[in-house]
């Protein structure tokens, strides 16, 4: 198979191309679009909590982006690899979209009462003789009560946002430093960078896992799993190299990345994204079948609530969605290694992230547990994280635009300006 010929050196211009900005204005669009039909829908539908719903998927898919993008960056500094320097300067963009995550978690925790059993219930015993809650609900709240409370939640929220925050500013700062400085002080800045980033993904993991189960897993205050915290870990990787493949061959129809994207490279990206749709698959399926073979009643209704009342059908569909089709697509060597039908796949996974969402955070209301129907408030679960979505990737834009691509001190960049080699 023929190769076009591979430049040896870097483009003088290394910053984002112009047609970034059109990206930005396209999203800008859509999300104002989608903003006044989510509006139409609720003055429909007669009623905020679905727009709340929505909401919360679209602050948990644009968190995965911005935590997940900063957890991915330390995983690089960590790791090494060619793919970073392909990633980073993408992964530093999702990175310091944080403060636009903040205002989105704001809308949450003002509106918490219409979301969590446990910020409207004030007394369980009561709640209970009034009909309002089931003796487990009270029992799960009252157990609860020292964690699921709102001062908890905000004080947990903020002490997390500003974790990653500090992360996100240091590593974006000594990114920019290490540019400026001598490729002869490239060893040093390796080890400084891996040093901070080490410990960076144990408090990762730890303040990512706290802030997912308030925000989702508390949605039903009977429910615990031992692996939650992992499943949305994996499942931003997961989301994260899709949208950084999607970026990463958009950005090569100009330079800098169409001299330094090869294609040996965007088929390593596509195994990588392959091992997170596999990891992602073992753990739900593992969480499933050991609760299953327990089947224990305090721990079977929350997937009762999923399967039953025509549940069964969405969950068939994420299963094919989120990962037999992902699956079987990136088993395949020649997708890998075509840019349009890997951004298919790509964007196929983004896809599939929210529609899993959508099946994690429905179920936990009374109106929708073992009932899965029809209504227009249902449909906000479409418009409103259109909406922050589109507006996050506008805002991923602006930060794009902000710094050079490329990291020319890298010890990679010669390699990856090397010609590649002829496949048969």
């Excluded at 995965?64 to 090494?80: D, E, F, I, K, S």
């Amino acid at each position: 198979m023929g190769h076009e010929a591979h430049a040896k050196t870097l483009p003088a211009e290394l910053g984002a191309p112009a047609f970034v900005d059109a990206w930005k204005m396209r999203a800008l669009m859509v999300g104002m679009v989608f903003s006044l039909i989510a509006a139409a829908l609720a003055f429909a539908d007669h009623s905020i909590n679905h727009v709340l719903r929505g909401w919360l998927l679209g602050l948990t898919l644009t968190f995965g982006w911005a935590v997940g993008g900063l957890a991915l960056l330390m995983v690089q500094y960590v790791t090494g690899g060619k793919w970073g320097l392909l990633l980073r300067r993408p992964l530093e963009a999702m990175s310091r979209t944080l403060p636009l995550v903040f205002v989105y978690w704001l809308v949450i925790a003002f509106e918490m009462k219409k979301l969590y059993l446990w910020a409207r219930i004030g007394d369980a015993s009561a709640a209970l003789k009034a009909g309002w809650i089931n003796e487990i609900q009270a029992h799960a709240i009252e157990f609860k009560r020292p964690m699921l409370n709102p001062t908890a939640f905000v004080v947990t929220s903020v002490v997390c946002f500003l974790i990653w925050g500090l992360y996100t500013w240091r590593l974006n700062a000594l990114g920019l430093k290490r540019d400026l400085d001598s490729p002869a002080n490239t060893p040093m800045w390796i080890k400084k960078l891996e040093n901070i980033s080490g410990p960076g993904i144990l408090i990762y993991s730890l303040t990512m896992t706290a802030c997912v189960i308030y925000w989702v897993m508390s949605l039903d205050v009977t429910w615990y799993s031992s692996v939650y915290g992992l499943l949305f870990l994996v499942g931003q990787g997961y989301q994260v190299l899709a949208l950084g493949i999607i970026v990463s061959i958009g950005l090569s129809k100009g330079e800098p990345f169409k001299t330094i994207l090869r294609q040996t490279e965007q088929h390593d990206l596509g195994k990588f994204t392959f091992a997170f749709v596999m990891l992602n698959i073992y753990l739900a399926f593992s969480q499933f079948l050991i609760i299953w073979s327990g089947n224990l009643p305090e721990e079977i209704p929350w997937y009762l609530d999923r399967f039953q009342g025509g549940w069964g059908v969405i969950i068939t569909l994420d299963f094919i969605f989120h990962w037999l089709i992902p699956f079987t697509l990136l088993l395949s060597r020649d997708i890998k290694r075509n840019k349009k039908r890997l951004v298919l796949v790509c964007q196929w996974m983004i896809f599939a992230k929210a529609f899993d969402l959508f099946w994690l955070i429905e179920p936990n209301f009374p109106g929708a547990a073992r009932n899965l129907h029809f209504s227009w408030g249902i449909l906000e679960y479409i418009a409103v994280p259109v909406a922050l979505v589109s507006f996050w990737i506008a805002y991923f834009c602006m930060q794009l635009k902000t710094r050079p691509l490329v990291q020319t001190n890298d010890p990679h960049v010669a390699e990856i300006l090397e010609a590649e080699h002829a496949h048969a």
